[in-house]
T-cell receptor, first 113, second 111 residues
Framework: EAGVAQSPRYKIIEKRQSVAFWCNPI?????LYWYQQILGQGPKLLIQ????????DSQLPKDRFSAERLKGVDSTLKIQPAKLEDSAVYLC???????????FGPGTRLTVL | GQQLNQSPQSMFIQEGEDVSMNCTSS?????WLWYKQDPGEGPVLLIA?????ELTSNGRLTAQFGITRKDSFLNISASIPSDVGIYFC???????????FGTGTSLTVIP
């Protein structure tokens, strides 16, 4: 069974630029999550989708971050414009349903200069 | 968001020693999960616990779901070098299905 796929694996941009990350969850998984993991910290939930609807985006900085999950499968996370403090690993995870075990992708490491 | 506190923050042990770490929350949790994260990778699920008092083993790993449902414990017996990594507790509080992660325990095993 294929795991959660993410791209790119690494991205370096300058502050005020825009960036987008892509995630393809495990086939059949209804729930998709985006986490931000700053170096030395645990993953912080940014947004949770159930199929193509948003379950929780309370910790998403909506002035600069946006995410969508069209057709309830793939998802993209965008940052526009990026700030220095956005440097982190962005992890995508999926689960069969809400409240069930999460499976993570390898993450995208973002460096904002 | 929820605050899950893990202790200790880091551990340095000799190969062959046993390891204990815990996770506490201010809220009641329905499920406790323990993940391990290697450098440059996403977290990988180790053990899942679904009810208060449950004790579950996976090889050298044993985890327990606290009776109060506000804590969980992970033990690793006879540590080996490949146990090195960061261990996270995680789960959904009883108020919803959002998944929150702990602050992590970094484990270093000295051969």
């Amino acid at each position: 069974e294929a795991g959660v796929a993410q791209s790119p694996r690494y991205k370096i941009i300058e502050k005020r630029q825009s960036v987008a990350f892509w995630c393809n969850p495990i086939s059949g998984h209804a729930t998709l999550y985006w986490y931000q993991q700053i170096l030395g910290q645990g993953p912080k939930l940014l947004i949770q989708f159930q199929n193509n609807g948003v379950v929780d985006d309370s910790q998403l900085p909506k002035d600069r971050f946006s995410a969508e999950r069209l057709k309830g499968v793939d998802s993209t996370l965008k940052i526009q414009p990026a700030k220095l403090e956005d440097s982190a690993v962005y992890l995508c995870a999926s689960s069969l349903d809400s409240g069930m075990n999460l499976f993570f992708g390898p993450g995208t490491r973002l460096t904002v200069l | 968001g929820q605050q899950l506190n893990q202790s200790p923050q880091s551990m340095f042990i000799q190969e062959g020693e046993d390891v204990s770490m815990n996770c506490t929350s201010s809220s009641i949790f329905n499920t406790w999960l323990w993940y391990k994260q290697d450098p440059g990778e996403g977290p990988v699920l180790l053990i899942a616990l679904y009810k208060a008092g449950e004790l579950t083993s996976n090889g050298r790993l044993t985890a327990q779901f606290g009776i109060t449902r506000k804590d969980s414990f992970l033990n690793i017996s006879a540590s080996i070098p490949s146990d090195v990594g960061i261990y996270f507790c995680a789960g959904p509080p009883n108020t919803g299905n959002q998944f929150y992660f702990g602050t992590g325990t970094s484990l270093t095993v000295i051969p």
